[in-house]
């Protein structure tokens, strides 16, 4: 692993194009790969002593857990990223295909596997078909380009999926929608959980997200033998074979412009380098209001934010014993789920019955525990934090009571089975990963235009400086992440004069 203010490896081409990536999380590095593979110089500036971002590790008493993302779809994103600097993937990841993304519970004990007979249920694929018509008509335009290019897919080809433009323009709600389609309300919980993919609330969410479940349907679920921080691990080298200079503990503190209108990286060890792009795979939010304020201090304040998305509380237990009636993906539902998304959203309170999502990797890869043990990662949403809120005790309370809740339902065989406890809170979020107000994917997707309300790929007013990464455009999670920095990238080449694949 890169030790602090470590250079993995400088080795330049010709080309002048001088570009400057701050931050090392997904978008940055798929981002920074095509544009070296380009010809550009491209410096990483990562304030961490390892590249990923939100995609990292924890490693405790033999215990292994990964700390961000916990499933993939659409893997052929992170096949084609690899293939288009002249790499195979498959080389130095090995993908596996779950056989069930996830497995529900309810307090009433039902439980339904997400498995391909679920899929297959008729009211479930006819509202797969209602969805697939969204994404067929969508997919192209929206998550491979910029929201000012969507006119580029307009083309004769798809002239025929119009017929689906007005699931689009739709005002319905997601959860409306889906109880329409739905009479079970367990199924109605299941497609709902879906708005939490970019942690908003099915009750605000537009009905058009009901693509998500499509592609998970039509992608399934995935996991990266060894731990999803593998894709980190591997994309950070190659970054480092395609010739991008990597500087781990290096935070940038301001870019400021000369005045030949190229932009200054000033660092906390001082460096004062120059560039001719600036590429801010920092939460774009944040960064706006803090990284830029020397050339552009005109910038808008909270109140005109849009409601953030959620934030996380995360437990990471080690337990001796195994729990085999779980699966490696896990929701245990609340008992009043439109209650719970009220509290957190609405009310922006810890919710008094919260869903609780368990993934177990070992059910899947052997390296996350020792054979008679496991390793969970226990997720619980919150609100994104505000000042004068939940304090560092308040979460640890809050997830010390949920467990214990895991305890006494029987998931956990006791209190002393946990061998190993730690939290990651939304004050961790903020800190660690520079996060706006801790929310997990900046904005809430609430209303029917929220998509074009998150922060552009491009600075709306200053030159030559562009976003990348979950909290702008397409989104949040992994495979939406990779497309955004490969869509800057594209930006940046056609600017430069670089040929890019």
Same mark, same amino acid.
């Given at each position: 692993?890169?030790?602090?203010?470590? &250079?993995?490896?400088?080795?330049?081409?010709?080309? +002048?194009?001088?570009?400057?990536?701050?931050?090392?999380?997904?978008?940055?590095?798929?981002?920074?790969?095509?544009?070296?593979?380009?010809?550009?110089?491209?410096? /990483? @500036?990562?304030?961490?002593?390892?590249?990923?971002?939100?995609?990292?590790?924890?490693?405790?008493?033999?215990?292994?857990?990964?700390?961000?993302?916990?499933?993939?779809?659409?893997?052929?994103?992170?096949?084609?990223?690899?293939?288009?600097?002249?790499?195979?993937?498959?080389? !130095?990841?090995?993908?596996?295909?779950?056989?069930?993304?996830?497995?529900?519970?309810?307090?009433?004990?039902?439980?339904?596997?997400?498995?391909?007979? @679920?899929?297959?249920?008729?009211?479930?694929?006819?509202?797969?078909?209602?969805?697939?018509?969204?994404?067929?008509?969508?997919?192209?335009?929206?998550?491979? #380009?910029?929201?000012?290019?969507?006119?580029?897919?307009?083309?004769?080809?798809? =002239?025929?999926? =119009?017929?689906?433009?007005?699931?689009?323009?739709?005002?319905?709600?997601?959860?409306?929608?889906?109880?329409?389609?739905?009479?079970?309300?367990?199924?109605?919980?299941?497609?709902?959980?879906?708005?939490?993919?970019?942690?908003?609330?099915?009750?605000?969410?537009?009905?058009?997200?009901?693509?998500?479940?499509?592609?998970?349907?039509?992608?399934?679920?995935?996991?990266?033998?060894?731990?999803?921080?593998?894709?980190?691990?591997?994309? &950070?080298? %190659?970054?480092?074979? %395609?010739?991008?200079?990597?500087?781990?503990?290096?935070?940038?503190?301001?870019?400021?412009?000369?005045?030949?209108? #190229?932009?200054?990286?000033?660092?906390?060890?001082?460096?004062?380098?120059? @560039?001719?792009? *600036?590429?801010?795979?920092?939460?774009?939010?944040?960064? &706006?209001?803090?990284?830029?304020?020397?050339?552009?201090?005109? !910038?808008?304040?909270?109140?005109?934010?849009?409601?953030?998305?959620?934030?996380?509380?995360?437990?990471?237990?080690?337990?001796?014993?195994?729990?085999?009636?779980?699966?490696?993906?896990?929701?245990?539902?609340?008992? #009043?789920?439109?209650?719970?998304?009220?509290?957190?959203?609405?009310?922006?309170?810890?919710?008094?019955?919260?869903?609780?999502?368990?993934?177990?990797?070992?059910?899947?890869?052997?390296?996350?525990?020792?054979?008679?043990?496991?390793?969970?990662?226990?997720?619980?949403?919150?609100?994104?934090?505000?000042?004068?809120?939940?304090?560092?005790?308040?979460?640890?309370?809050?997830?010390?009571?949920?467990?214990?809740?895991?305890?006494?339902?029987?998931?956990?065989?006791?209190?002393?089975?946990?061998?190993?406890?730690?939290?990651? &809170?939304? =004050?961790?979020?903020?800190?660690?990963?520079?996060?706006?107000?801790?929310?997990?994917?900046?904005?809430?997707?609430?209303?029917?235009?929220?998509? @074009?309300?998150?922060?552009?790929?491009?600075?709306?007013?200053?030159?030559?400086?562009?976003?990348?990464?979950? +909290? +702008?455009?397409?989104?949040?999670?992994?495979?939406?992440? /990779? =497309?955004?920095?490969?869509? *800057?990238?594209?930006?940046?080449?056609?600017?430069?004069?670089?040929?890019?694949?």
């Amino acid at each position: 692993e890169p030790s602090h203010a470590s &250079t993995y490896m400088i080795k330049k081409s010709a080309s +002048t194009a001088k570009i400057a990536v701050i931050g090392g999380g997904l978008g940055g590095l798929a981002c920074a790969a095509k544009l070296s593979h380009s010809g550009a110089r491209v410096t /990483l @500036f990562e304030k961490n002593a390892t590249c990923g971002g939100k995609m990292s590790e924890l490693q405790r008493e033999g215990f292994r857990w990964d700390m961000g993302p916990s499933l993939l779809t659409m893997p052929e994103v992170i096949r084609d990223l690899w293939k288009s600097v002249g790499r195979d993937a498959d080389d !130095v990841l090995e993908i596996t295909r779950l056989p069930s993304t996830c497995k529900y519970h309810w307090r009433d004990g039902t439980i339904i596997d997400e498995n391909a007979d @679920f899929w297959q249920r008729p009211e479930v694929a006819r509202y797969l078909k209602h969805a697939k018509g969204i994404y067929d008509l969508s997919a192209e335009a929206f998550l491979k #380009n910029a929201p000012d290019e969507l006119w580029r897919q307009f083309t004769v080809a798809n =002239l025929r999926n =119009l017929v689906h433009l007005p699931k689009v323009a739709s005002t319905q709600s997601l959860h409306d929608l889906n109880r329409s389609f739905f009479k079970d309300p367990h199924l109605v919980d299941i497609f709902d959980r879906f708005a939490t993919y970019n942690g908003s609330s099915p009750y605000q969410t537009p009905a058009v997200f009901s693509i998500i479940a499509y592609v998970q349907a039509a992608f399934g679920g995935h996991y990266i033998q060894g731990g999803m921080f593998q894709l980190a691990k591997t994309l &950070t080298q %190659l970054n480092v074979d %395609l010739g991008t200079e990597i500087l781990t503990g290096q935070e940038v503190l301001d870019v400021r412009q000369s005045s030949d209108s #190229n932009y200054y990286i000033i660092t906390r060890k001082n460096n004062n380098l120059e @560039f001719d792009y *600036v590429v801010c795979n920092q939460d774009a939010i944040r960064a &706006t209001e803090s990284l830029f304020l020397n050339i552009n201090p005109r !910038v808008n304040n909270h109140r005109n934010h849009p409601a953030p998305s959620t934030s996380g509380l995360i437990a990471f237990l080690g337990l001796k014993s195994k729990n085999l009636s779980l699966d490696h993906h896990n929701i245990l539902f609340s008992r #009043n789920y439109e209650l719970e998304f009220k509290q957190i959203h609405d009310n922006q309170h810890l919710a008094d019955d919260p869903t609780i999502y368990i993934s177990i990797a070992s059910r899947t890869d052997v390296r996350p525990a020792r054979h008679d043990q496991e390793a969970w990662f226990v997720l619980f949403n919150t609100p994104a934090h505000k000042e004068g809120g939940y304090t560092r005790s308040d979460y640890s309370s809050y997830a010390e009571k949920t467990i214990q809740t895991l305890v006494s339902e029987g998931y956990i065989a006791s209190a002393e089975n946990i061998q190993v406890q730690e939290t990651f &809170t939304p =004050l961790d979020f903020q800190e660690r990963h520079n996060a706006w107000k801790g929310s997990l994917y900046g904005y809430a997707s609430h209303g029917l235009m929220s998509s @074009f309300q998150r922060p552009a790929l491009k600075h709306p007013s200053l030159p030559n400086i562009y976003f990348t990464g979950g +909290t +702008t455009h397409p989104g949040g999670g992994v495979p939406l992440v /990779l =497309l955004s920095g490969q869509i *800057v990238a594209r930006k940046i080449a056609r600017s430069a004069g670089l040929t890019i694949h």
